[in-house]
């Protein structure tokens, strides 16, 4: 391929344009992938942590740092949600722009030639079979069309439950 992604935007060819438009993205997707899960991990481990010296020995009970750290583990939990949803939404933003090239592309490409692109309509996927046994292949069906990320946004909500039960009934842990 020669060098045609420093050339004036009239004069690039689609295919080349597409192509580079979504290696863009799909670098993007990983990489957002990957703040996802490093956000996922600091956001989980104050929590924890922070759960952890309410119940330790360390911990004074009766102090009047006894209520400010429930309310600090509620801001940190709606911090975690606000944080997870806004990039869940740019992920699915360039999710749903990646689909709109790959489709321009399955149309668009010569039908004799290796079609590419298929990270994200995942025409492959939607055919694969479970090879579980009976009851649990339709659990694995109904589960594997479930984004990670709208179950990984269940963590901070079952720590902001926590944090508001120990904070509203006085729990002691």
Avoid at 133 to 141: A, D, G, V
Wanted: negative net charge.
């Amino acid at each position: 391929m020669t060098n045609e992604v420093n050339a004036e935007p009239d004069s690039l060819t689609w295919q080349t344009w597409v192509f580079e438009e979504y290696k863009l993205l799909s670098e993007h997707y990983f990489h957002e992938n990957q703040a996802f899960r490093d956000l996922f991990i600091l956001y989980g481990t104050l929590n924890s942590g922070l759960l952890a010296f309410i119940g330790s020995t360390l911990f004074q009970h009766g102090s009047h740092i006894e209520k400010l750290l429930p309310v600090v583990g509620i801001f940190l939990c709606v911090s975690w949600v606000v944080t997870l949803v806004r990039q869940r939404e740019w992920r699915d933003y360039i999710n749903d722009r990646m689909i709109e090239l790959e489709e321009y592309v399955q149309l668009n490409w010569p039908h004799e030639e290796f079609q590419p692109l298929d990270i994200a309509i995942k025409t492959q996927w939607h055919s694969r079979k479970s090879n579980w046994p009976f009851p649990f292949n339709y659990l694995y069906e109904a589960i594997q069309e479930i984004p990670a990320s709208i179950n990984m946004m269940l963590v901070p909500v079952v720590f902001l439950a926590c944090w508001i039960f120990i904070l509203v009934l006085n729990v002691r842990i």
